[in-house]
């Protein structure tokens, strides 16, 4: 019988078999699987795991912050960088959804090989992948996987001439949160919505500006501090708020407004291959709309999005 407690001895036991005195680099991303992945390297290694956090500049409000001082009180030997203005750079003028997931990929690689160069006698990569990854990889299945392709996955490891430390290899994400709460991870980490790696630059339709991801954090943040407030948060697979490219009329006081439009995105789903969209309360609706405009300036309307995966899909790039 598979059991949490046995699966997280032996994986311990294993990785130091392996690893031996050996040093290991990892990416954390903030999400369940990389966070689980490393505590478990770390158990088995200590310092000598060496744990990478991109602020790629498409993160939630405040996630990179607040997520590297978790990871940090959690003990891990880990190293934030800052490399918003590369991406923003590169990203500039650029609209095709597949061609900002490539440039983010790309440039995601880049960061993380100079910083691990730097590190010097590293002989292993940890990845937090699941076996829904290595089924995906494979390409049995989906939409997502073909349509779409995911750069948290894979490319790393050609490149960069290192063994692979995948502990949760064999796992699936139910499993990799009974592991995660065996070993004292925070619901933090182990309730959170998936993320897409790309992040806001898929729900930045168009053109990303600095200007607009950090409209698009404002309003987002009331969205999902809502749904977390009316106890809403976990009744949802997925939530997340997008950022539409037209401006419409509004009135505010007795102004006239020409501003964005915000579509909130919610779906219950299983494993996100297919999802229906959450039937979210009218009064949770009406107060978050609300407070959006009243709270974000350069916002004067919400919409919501009721399309089902297929033949919509979850976000809208
Ligand atoms: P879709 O939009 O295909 O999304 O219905 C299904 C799930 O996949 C996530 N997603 C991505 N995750 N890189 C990722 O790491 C990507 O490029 C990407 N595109 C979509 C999406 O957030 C949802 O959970």
């Not at 597949?98 to 010097?120: C, D, P, S, W, Y």
């Amino acid at each position: 019988d598979w059991t949490p407690a046995a699966f997280v001895q032996e994986t311990i036991e294993r990785i130091k078999q392996e690893v031996g005195d050996k040093k290991v680099v990892m990416a954390l991303s903030g999400g369940v699987d990389s966070t689980v992945a490393a505590e478990l390297i770390h158990k088995a290694i200590g310092d000598k795991l060496y744990c990478i956090f991109v602020d790629n500049g498409l993160l939630r409000k405040n996630e990179f912050e607040s997520v590297l001082e978790s990871y940090k009180h959690m003990g891990l030997n880990v190293k934030g960088v800052n490399a918003k203005d590369l991406f923003y750079g590169e990203l500039k003028g650029v609209t095709d959804p597949e061609t900002k997931r490539k440039i983010i990929g790309r440039l995601f690689i880049e960061v993380f090989q100079q910083e691990a160069n730097e590190l010097k006698d590293i002989a292993f990569l940890g990845q937090g992948t699941i076996y829904p990854d290595v089924i995906e990889s494979v390409s049995v299945n989906g939409p997502s996987a073909t349509i779409k392709s995911h750069h948290n996955v894979g490319g790393l490891p050609e490149k960069m001439n290192m063994k692979l430390v995948e502990p949760l290899r064999f796992l699936f994400k139910d499993e990799v949160r009974r592991v995660g709460k065996e070993i004292g991870i925070s619901d933090i980490f182990l309730a959170r919505h998936p993320f897409p790696g790309p992040g806001l630059a898929i729900r930045i339709l168009g053109e990303i500006t600095p200007e607009k991801v950090a409209l698009l954090q404002e309003a987002d943040a009331v969205y999902i501090d809502g749904l977390r407030e009316s106890n809403l948060y976990n009744q949802v697979w997925q939530a997340g708020t997008i950022l539409l490219p037209v401006q419409s009329v509004g009135v505010m006081g007795d102004e006239r407004t020409y501003e964005f439009t915000v579509a909130l995105r919610a779906v219950t789903s299983l494993d996100g291959m297919t999802a229906d969209w959450a039937h979210l309360p009218y009064e949770f609706l009406a107060k978050v709309s609300n407070d959006i405009i009243n709270k974000v300036k350069g916002i004067n309307r919400v919409v919501y999005d009721i399309s089902s995966k297929p033949p919509a899909t979850i976000e809208w790039e």
